[in-house]
């Protein structure tokens, strides 16, 4: 899926491995850290969605920004 929205172009500048594991932990291992381990995360349908309305919001930002600065020479 993420090589399909990077395009053809872009796939092979990323690490996708790197790119999917941190997804993953932002919007899956986090919450649940800090739900059972640091207790800093009510375990409640409400917090779990503002969590990640939020985490993928950041998300998609950063990646928009990203995408809109040049690419870095040699």
């Known amino acids: 899926m993420l090589e399909e929205a990077a395009g053809p172009e872009k796939v092979a500048s990323l690490d996708m491995r790197?790119?999917?594991?941190?997804?993953f932990d932002?919007?899956?291992?986090?919450p649940r850290q800090r739900i059972l381990v640091?207790?800093?995360l009510p375990n409640t349908?409400?917090?779990?969605t503002a969590?990640?309305?939020?985490?993928?919001?950041f998300i998609f930002k950063a990646i928009l920004?990203?995408?809109?600065q040049p690419e870095c020479g040699p």
């Open 26 to 30: 932002a919007l899956v291992t986090s």
């Open 65 to 68: 920004t990203l995408s809109r």
């Open 18 to 23: 790197f790119l999917g594991m941190f997804i």
């Open 45 to 48: 349908a409400a917090a779990k």
């Open 51 to 57: 969590y990640l309305e939020q985490a993928t919001d």
């Open 38 to 40: 640091r207790k800093d």
